[in-house]
């Protein structure tokens, strides 16, 4: 099993930035890729942004491209996204998941966080 727990999340103006933390426990964090998505009120889950084992691989969705990076720190287990120059449709709930590279990006995992609310006023 896999814990997961996001932080950072909260109240931000448009142009502004936060960097969102999932912190891991359980196996070992190494093993997994890692991902993050979200989900806005009314709408399916999107994927967001996932990163390879060892950091080395990383993925983004178009709408994030250029704006967004995710990272990982192994020794503390934690997977990070810095989000600059947020929007208003940016606003959601940001999750992370662990699993496989493709299922991350696929949307697949058994393991997923509880999430944490990003608001982006205009």
């Known amino acids: 099993q896999v814990q997961l727990a996001e932080s950072g999340g909260g109240l931000v103006q448009a142009g502004g930035s936060l960097r969102l933390s999932c912190a891991a426990s359980?196996?070992?964090?190494?093993?997994?890729?890692m991902g993050w998505f979200r989900q806005a009120p009314g709408k399916d889950r999107e994927f967001v942004a996932a990163?390879?084992?060892?950091?080395?691989?990383?993925h983004y969705a178009e709408s994030v491209k250029g704006r967004f990076t995710i990272s990982r720190d192994n020794a503390k287990n934690t997977v990070y996204l810095q989000m600059n120059s947020l929007k208003p449709e940016d606003t959601a709930v940001y999750s992370c998941?662990?699993?496989?590279?493709?299922?991350?990006?696929?949307?697949?995992?058994?393991?997923w966080g509880q999430g944490t609310q990003v608001t982006v006023s205009s």
């Open positions: 998941a662990a699993g496989s590279l493709n299922h991350i990006r696929s949307g697949i995992s058994n393991y």
């Open positions: 359980g196996r070992t964090f190494a093993n997994y890729a």
């Open positions: 990163i390879n084992w060892s950091g080395v691989t990383t």
